[in-house]
């Protein structure tokens, strides 16, 4: 798992001799290739990256760390269930190993001035730390989940009374009976909302999903807390007393998939919509820089498609869709960057910027490939007028 805060210190590194070295690991399914292509493969990849390392002066730091990476890899499977990643600089004493799910597109190494994070921070994205809550009318079973891993956690018994045979014991009536089971089952249903409002609280819960059978749920829903209701991201119906946790992954992750899809395509209207009427929108790359630059930015949109060289100003920062030697803005000399990407994504760390990553969409690649929700255009900020 990769916090905010570790992507934002890795984005940090800068390494003026290309010693940043990046792997991630994408296992195959063993019916795709053999465990023997793949580590091919990743040798191949290992001994192109030294060969383009010494053609650019001997480095014994990226040296180090492409050994040590085609070591890893002899011990990677294809058939095993995670990803991986692997920042490396030994030069500065990092060697940061984080297990990633399934979903990288390919298995890539890159040697450069700064790490390659794009495809850790668009899985990371995509991944809000979810709460399952399985519930009955005695039980609660938890679980977490967080991206393809689904882990029971220590969940709520509260048996409701038996009844025995028909009319109770010691002359108790039905209806007595029954009123004692309801106030056992709505004990029930409190002490489950009291957890989930402490799960709320702590740390790592970016969400909850709730699956119970349909009779169940307008039972359980007054005694939500405001919170945990404010987080609910979604409800599927399930007998909890038999689901196995396959389903519940199953069921949650396609909910969270719903989610997502629906909150990228209202993103994508509202920045499109508003770059055409000069709203809170801006599309492209030289409009997104300069919204960068500006401080403009609430929400960065990453097309998959968009990859762009450019330069960057080593005093200043400021970055130029031109491949330009001197920065427009200071006037010192620049580097030449092949993509931006990494560039931006570290500004936009830096900034408290939230990042979406738009899958493949015809209407924002046409706009662009990339863009930017504003929290306001500075050019409009005088005299007070943003449209919407
Ligand atoms: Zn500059």
Same mark, same amino acid.
């Given at each position: ?214 009779? /169940?749920?307008?039972?359980?829903? !007054? ?5 945990? =209701?404010?987080?609910? &991201?979604? %409800? *599927?119906?399930? +007998? ?115 990042? /979406?990553?738009?899958?493949?969409? !015809? ?5 662009? =490939?990339?863009?930017? &929700?504003? %929290? *306001?255009?500075? +050019? ?9």
């Amino acid at each position: 798992m990769i916090t905010r805060e570790e992507l934002r210190q890795l984005a940090q590194l800068d390494s003026p001799e290309n010693s940043a070295v990046t792997f991630y690991f994408q296992p195959q399914t063993p019916q795709n290739k053999s465990h023997r292509e793949e580590q091919i493969q990743v040798k191949d990849l290992v001994r192109e990256a030294l060969h383009r390392a010494e053609k650019n002066g001997n480095n014994p730091s990226v040296r180090a760390d492409l050994k040590r990476i085609l070591e890893l890899a002899g011990q990677l499977h294809g058939n095993h269930a995670r990803g991986k990643g692997v920042f490396a600089f030994s030069a500065k004493g990092i060697w940061r190993e984080i297990d990633l799910p399934k979903r990288l597109k390919r298995t890539q190494l890159y040697v450069a001035h700064r790490f390659h994070l794009r495809p850790l921070a668009a899985v990371a994205a995509s991944a809000p730390r979810c709460c399952v809550a399985l519930i009955d009318r005695e039980r609660a079973r938890l679980y977490e989940l967080w991206m393809d891993e689904v882990r029971e956690q220590a969940g709520i018994v509260d048996l409701l009374p038996r009844t025995g045979r028909s009319s109770g014991p010691g002359g108790y009536d039905a209806g007595h009976i029954e009123r004692h089971v309801e106030n056992s089952a709505m004990r029930h249903f409190k002490n489950v909302a009291q957890r989930l409002q402490e799960l709320q609280s702590g740390r790592g819960c970016d969400g909850f999903i709730v699956g119970c059978r349909e009779d /169940v749920w307008p039972q359980l829903e !007054p005694h939500l807390h405001t919170y945990v =209701k404010q987080k609910l &991201l979604g %409800r *599927f119906g399930i +007998d909890p007393a038999v689901a196995t946790a396959d389903q519940v992954r199953e069921q949650a992750q396609r909910i969270l998939e719903e989610r997502n899809a629906a909150e990228r395509q209202t993103l994508i209207r509202e920045v499109v919509g508003g770059a055409q009427r000069n709203g809170r929108g801006k599309v492209g790359l030289r409009g997104v820089l300069e919204a960068l630059e500006q401080g403009e930015v609430q929400t960065l949109l990453f097309g998959e498609a968009f990859y762009a060289p450019g330069s960057e100003c080593g005093n200043c920062g400021h970055l130029d869709s031109n491949l330009v030697d001197t920065c427009p803005a200071c006037g010192q000399g620049t580097r030449e960057l092949e993509d931006l990407t990494d560039a931006i994504l570290r500004r936009a760390l830096d900034g408290n910027i939230a990042v /979406v990553y738009i899958g493949p969409d !015809p209407e924002f690649e046409k706009a662009g =490939k990339i863009g930017a &929700l504003l %929290r *306001f255009r500075a +050019d409009q900020a005088k005299s007070g007028k943003v449209a919407g």
